[in-house]
Nanobody, 129 residues
Framework: VQLQASGGGSVQPGGSLRLSCAAT????????IGWFRQAPGKEREGVSC????????FYADSVRGRFTISRDEATNAVYLQMNSLKPEDTAVYYC???????????????????????WGRGTQVTVSS
């Protein structure tokens, strides 16, 4: 499984960014995939996750209503639309996937980074005026 995240950048508060994650090599027809972030000096945290089969989702309280996760079933791509960005959203964002059935069947999909085995390289998101 390979994951490639892209779409990070620098924006002013209130701005928007769209992150993309291209997943290849995923042979399972049901897996959890999502976005995590890590700010300097902080632990990695779950931002938003989605189940590949039924589209059930998880959103962290800090981003609910501002971020939207979506998936393209045909390409195994996952997107994170981030609106109304705040300085506290500044972090390196990672895409991760987990095809193991005992994880993939959880509803909503898990947000604990420790439950995900496959990680892509991060993409930096900086929100600053």
């Amino acid at each position: 499984v390979q994951l490639q995240a892209s779409g990070g950048g620098s924006v002013q508060p209130g701005g928007s960014l769209r992150l993309s994650c291209a997943a290849t090599g995923v042979t399972a027809d049901n897996y959890a995939i999502g976005w995590f972030r890590q700010a300097p000096g902080k632990e990695r945290e779950g931002v938003s996750c989605i189940n590949s089969r039924d589209g059930s989702t998880f959103y962290a309280d800090s981003v609910r209503g501002r971020f939207t996760i979506s998936r393209d079933e045909a390409t195994n791509a996952v997107y994170l639309q981030m609106n109304s960005l705040k300085p506290e959203d500044t972090a390196v964002y990672y895409c991760a996937a987990e095809p193991a059935p005992f994880v993939a069947r959880k509803r909503p999909p898990p947000y604990d980074p420790n439950e995900y085995d496959y990680w892509g390289r991060g993409t930096q998101v900086t929100v600053s005026s």
